[in-house]
């Protein structure tokens, strides 16, 4: 691939003809030559079981060619027509109470059901052969964010093969779900049933496994389809849109290595500065599941950022600003969700590349301005993006955390990784992300927050980074628990406590607490008692006073910190300063907003700033500015709002 793709979703089944050849038009105007047709065209493509209408799809994909429009062609899996779920009423999907879902939105089948399997790789292999020669087509996105998932009866049989085959032996599975609490024993596999609405609380490690199960079984569901594609167009790159949201159980991770090229859909769930840590996050944590190459950001809003509540309208330059933060961090480009927005249905108010207005619009001149320009920053494409810093993320210590009866409510794991990602932002630091169990020797730095969860070989690999000389920052309510999320007995931090140095005899959790050098936490303090390490900081007032609440302890030829408290943003950028200081990672010192990230090839640098102030800025880097096509001579002044690719 040599050039950076440009485009979105595109939905021409929900438009005439004389609309297609407007589009086609508006996206040569555009710099569009990337778009994924017919994600939820199922209905259109097949109107009656086994009859197929190709004729309107034929049209659009040979417009898009002869516009030089390339096609990612979606398998409409994502949403089955209505005469799906009449005829195989099995498969429509069951939720934890019980109840039946009928058609009426999207997403509504059972993956586990077998009629739903089977019209899934019926309808891909359908638009495989359909399609295999067709010149626009240049690659495969299979299905739309997978994540659904079902309590049916098929779902809970299929669960119970997949626990047969993790844990073999019932007695097994009995111990690692500890059901002997509640009188929960199992005496025959049968008796074993999803999570489903109980009398009170679930049983944690019954609800953890159905989480690891649903991500194995979408994952056999997608490989199904991969291998009815790639039978027939052995050298098409293979896709899914990565979806990321509390409810998904699909741990992108392992997925990562299943498709041909990562794929992301990106939806920051904040407005104001927020949105912009959040793209830098999304941005990351895509990379690390493409094991750090190139990846490609599949969807994201043109004109807005939803908070859960509102539209947040983008501001003039947002939208690029974002999609230069996104392709710094190793996008192969920036699409969106939707070319043109839709005149009804469920999301016509979602903003798109061509809004409601028309293309005489603020919006769609922003969208050719940055869609124009894009062929400009083509030689990032394959460059390392500079990381001396990692900060450990898992699907899994996630998930588990969603459990209720945690000591607070309040807990949150991807609070407490963002709130780790969003200091090494604002100081200019670039970061992975990684999984526990990674090989982490390459970095000076490696961040552990609050990973609750974690397996005794990612525990013992973490210790190895340090005794090798790393530098290791673990925070609150890490370690706690096994892969079986049971607690890992004799003071906390059971996973971390010699390579911390300290052994953590209760939680306090608090809604604000001091530290004697004047510094706040809140949420959350432990009791912790020093064994080894030295006392950074100590809680101040209150039922700790006096207690170590920040510490330090040289483990190997490393360096092992921990905090104990959820630190406001001030204290945790200092804390975050003093170890990266100690581990000799540099401190770009930019000015508050500024959003540096650095690439590297053989024998070339780059360096993206993104300035998303409201302040006209001086950085000092001298280079060859790939926008503006101009050589800098530092210090380059760097407009409020605007951006730079400096090649050095
Ligand atoms: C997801 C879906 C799209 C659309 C957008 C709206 O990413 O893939 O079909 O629903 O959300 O935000």
Avoid at 166 to 184: K, V
Avoid at 613 to 626: M, R, W, Y
Wanted: hydrophobic content about 40%; some cysteine.
């Amino acid at each position: 691939m040599t050039k950076l793709y440009f485009g979105g979703d595109y939905n021409p089944e929900q438009w005439s003809p004389e609309v297609w050849k407007e589009d086609v038009a508006l996206m040569r105007q555009a710099g569009v030559n990337l778009v994924t047709v017919g994600v939820f065209a199922w209905s259109s493509l097949e109107p009656e079981p086994g009859r197929y209408e190709f004729g309107w799809l034929d049209q659009v994909m040979d417009l898009l060619h002869e516009g030089g429009v390339q096609v990612d062609l979606a398998t409409p899996t994502a949403s089955p027509p209505p005469w799906f779920g009449l005829r195989h009423p099995d498969a429509l999907p069951v939720n934890a109470s019980g109840v039946r879902l009928t058609h009426g939105s999207r997403d509504t089948y059972c993956a586990c059901a077998p009629a739903y399997r089977e019209a899934a790789v019926g309808i891909a292999k359908a638009l495989g052969e359909r399609y295999a020669e067709h010149p626009a087509l240049a690659m495969w996105h299979v299905h739309n964010e997978y994540g659904t998932t079902c309590h049916c009866d098929h779902a809970a049989a299929a669960f119970r093969r997949w626990l047969q085959h993790r844990y073999g032996e019932l007695d097994r599975l009995n111990a690692a779900w500890t059901t002997a609490f509640w009188s929960q024993g199992y005496a025959d596999w049968e008796e074993i049933q999803p999570p489903r609405t109980t009398q009170y609380l679930v049983n944690p490690t019954q609800a953890l496994d159905f989480r690891r199960f649903w991500s194995d079984e979408l994952l056999e569901a997608f490989r199904e389809q991969k291998a009815v594609l790639r039978g027939l167009t052995p050298k098409l790159p293979i896709t899914t849109n990565f979806v990321f949201g509390g409810w998904v159980p699909v741990d992108h991770s392992r997925w990562g290595s299943e498709v041909d090229l990562v794929a992301i859909d990106h939806y920051p769930g904040s407005a104001g500065r927020g949105a912009e840590e959040q793209t830098a996050f999304g941005a990351d944590l895509a990379r690390s599941w493409a094991g750090g190459k190139s990846w490609l950001l599949m969807e994201q809003a043109a004109g807005s950022v939803n908070d859960g509540h509102r539209l947040h309208t983008k501001e003039p330059g947002r939208m690029a600003r974002h999609s230069l933060s996104h392709l710094a961090r190793g996008s192969r480009g920036a699409l969106f969700f939707q070319w043109r927005a839709s005149r009804g249905g469920a999301e016509m108010f979602h903003s798109a590349m061509v809004p409601h207005a028309g293309p005489d619009s603020r919006r769609f001149r922003e969208i050719a301005e940055f869609g124009t320009a894009l062929p400009r920053l083509a030689e990032l494409d394959g460059s390392e993006v500079e990381a001396e810093v990692a900060i450990l993320w898992d699907a899994e210590a996630w998930w588990v955390m969603q459990a209720t009866h945690l000591p607070s409510e309040d807990l949150d794991y991807l609070t407490a990784v963002q709130a780790a990602h969003r200091q090494f932002w604002t100081a200019g630091i670039g970061v992975d992300l990684a999984g526990p169990g990674a090989d982490l020797s390459a970095y000076r730095v490696v961040v552990v927050p609050s990973l609750y969860l974690v397996s005794d070989a990612a525990a013992e690999s973490i210790a190895r980074y340090v005794e090798g000389g790393g530098h290791l920052l673990v925070t609150y309510f890490s370690g706690i628990v096994d892969q079986d999320a049971q607690v890992r007995l004799g003071g906390y931090p059971g996973a971390f406590r010699d390579v911390l140095g300290i052994r953590v005899e209760e939680f306090h959790p608090v809604a604000e607490v001091e530290l004697a050098s004047g510094g706040r936490g809140g949420l959350w303090s432990e009791h912790v008692h020093l064994a080894g390490a030295e006392a950074v900081d100590r809680y101040a007032g209150g039922v700790l006073d006096g207690s170590p609440a920040i510490t330090r302890h040289e483990y190997g030829e490393g360096v092992a910190w921990y905090v104990s408290t959820q630190l406001d943003d001030a204290g945790y950028g200092e804390l975050v300063g003093q170890v990266v200081r100690g581990a000799g990672v540099a401190q770009p010192g930019l000015p508050a907003g500024v959003e540096v990230v650095r690439r590297k090839a053989e024998q070339v640098t780059w360096t993206v700033l993104i300035n998303h102030s409201e302040e006209d800025v001086a950085i000092p880097v001298t280079g060859f500015e790939l926008l503006s096509g101009v050589e800098v001579v530092s210090p380059l002044r760097l407009a409020a709002g605007a951006q730079a690719v400096v090649r050095a």
